[in-house]
Antibody, heavy 121, light 106 residues
Framework: EVQLVESGGSLVQRGGSLRLSCAAS????????SSWVRQAPGKGLEWLSYISRDSGTIYYADSVKGRFTISRDNAKNSVDLQMNSLRDEDTAVYYC??????????????WGQGTLVTVSS | SYKLTQPPSVSVSPGQTATITCSGE??????ACWYRQKAGQSPVLVIYQDNMRPSWIPERFSGSNSGNTATLTISATQAMDEADYYCQAWDSTTAEFGGGTKLTVL
């Protein structure tokens, strides 16, 4: 069974930093990319970042470029999201998402249960 | 940035066919995905690569994509299909989601 378990969400001050982690199990982690997607309270989905299976390709949304850093450790089957200079609008549930690849195309096929980040002054 | 537009809400009677649209400039030149999110749950992949169903999605769900519009069709809609549905596509190196459509089965 594919499992993605996020951790690290908490209440953090505006301007502060936080590191989210995602532990993957139930599949061959090294054969899939990983992404982070967030959802602000009562709002829609917002993609944040993607990292390929070998960390050779990394993408970021403009809204987090320069503030967030994605990384992965294939030996530990984990992917992290380092978040700096946090703003009120970063308050959201953050999902770790397994990212499949087919015909030159990426898709989000399994989602974690999410971890809540609250940014407050 | 690339924008995907969905109707905020769609209503359907049980047993009828629900159609949810997603519009974007030349969306048909890209691959579209659809995700279902039930209240209080994480999103679930419903359709990928325009019209492919993951193994956990029943045949009642189908997708198409042409021109500027991708469409998710749910046949014989059931109460359990009530959820928010999001379309998604890649614009170069950026993944974009539509604003979501709340499907009500009544």
């Amino acid at each position: 069974e594919v499992q993605l378990v996020e951790s690290g969400g908490s209440l953090v001050q505006r301007g502060g930093s936080l590191r989210l982690s995602c532990a993957a199990s139930g599949f061959s982690f090294i054969t899939y990319g990983s992404s982070w997607v967030r959802q602000a309270p009562g709002k829609g989905l917002e993609w944040l970042s993607y990292i390929s299976r070998d960390s050779g390709t990394i993408y970021y949304a403009d809204s987090v470029k320069g503030r967030f850093t994605i990384s992965r450790d294939n030996a530990k089957n984990s992917v992290d999201l380092q978040m700096n200079s946090l703003r009120d609008e970063d308050t959201a549930v953050y999902y770790c998402v397994r990212t499949g690849y087919s015909h030159g195309y990426l898709y989000f096929d399994y989602w974690g249960q999410g971890t809540l980040v609250t940014v407050s002054s | 940035s690339y924008k995907l537009t969905q109707p905020p809400s769609v209503s359907v009677s049980p047993g009828q066919t629900a159609t949810i649209t997603c519009s974007g400039e030349k969306l048909g030149d890209k691959y579209a995905c659809w995700y279902r999110q039930k209240a209080g749950q994480s999103p679930v992949l419903v359709i990928y690569q325009d019209n492919m169903r993951p193994s956990w999605i029943p045949e009642r769900f189908s997708g198409s994509n042409s021109g500027n519009t991708a469409t998710l069709t749910i046949s014989a809609t059931q109460a359990m299909d009530e959820a928010d549905y999001y379309c998604q596509a890649w614009d170069s190196t950026t993944a974009e989601f539509g604003g979501g459509t709340k499907l009500t089965v009544l």
